[in-house]
């Protein structure tokens, strides 16, 4: 749904979602908690959002319980080209109307303008998103493996330290 999205209304920055699993925390009871705020959290970023909350993938993918009709909309939005024109822009009520004038075709011309140069902007800054949220990821991960590195050398020496104290009693009897 948010790529969708994105690609129907350029100019619309939407977070990335958060990733389904950080290192080996897939499965853990805090982790599944965080990830569920933040879904709920970019859901509500959308129901807030009036443009966002009127297009139709929005309810198809809030509201379908058939999984078929799902699935064969979702290729429909999928498949669907990005608006070059404002008048190209729909939602749940129809498409936009635009009165035909020559005053109207210039503002709208450079209406479209603008919504491609920001729709390139946001693309690079989409990407840009994406490589934060693996590199983010790939260091969540070697913190972890930092972590248990650390543990293992904090038991080795305990271990050291105990045969040390061991060999010091015995030193000294």
């Known amino acids: 749904m948010r790529n969708i999205l994105i690609k129907l ?3 619309i920055l939407l977070p990335p979602l958060p990733n389904k699993k950080v290192g080996g925390r897939r499965f853990e009871e805090d982790f599944i908690e ?4 933040s ?3 970019f859901i509500n970023l959308i129901l807030g959002n009036e443009l966002l909350k009127s297009w139709e993938i ?8 058939d999984r078929q009709i799902f699935e064969t909309k979702i290729k429909e939005f999928v498949n669907m080209n990005q608006p070059q024109f404002v ?9 936009i109307k635009i009165v035909d004038d020559e005053d109207n075709e210039k503002y709208y011309r450079n209406i479209n303008r603008y919504l491609n140069v920001q729709h ?9 998103f994406k490589n934060f949220i693996h590199n983010y990821s790939a260091a969540m991960e070697n913190l972890e493996e930092l972590e248990y590195d650390f543990q293992s050398l904090k038991k080795l020496n305990l271990k050291v330290s105990m045969v040390f104290y061991k060999c010091l009693i015995l030193f000294l009897i």
Do not use: H, T, W
């Open 9 to 11: 209304n350029p100019g």
């Open 34 to 37: 965080k990830r569920r705020n």
């Open 39 to 41: 879904l709920q959290k």
């Open 58 to 65: 929005v309810y198809v993918f809030l509201y379908q319980q």
């Open 87 to 95: 008048e190209d822009f729909k939602n749940l009520e129809g498409k």
């Open 120 to 128: 390139s902007i946001f693309l690079r800054m989409n990407d840009a």
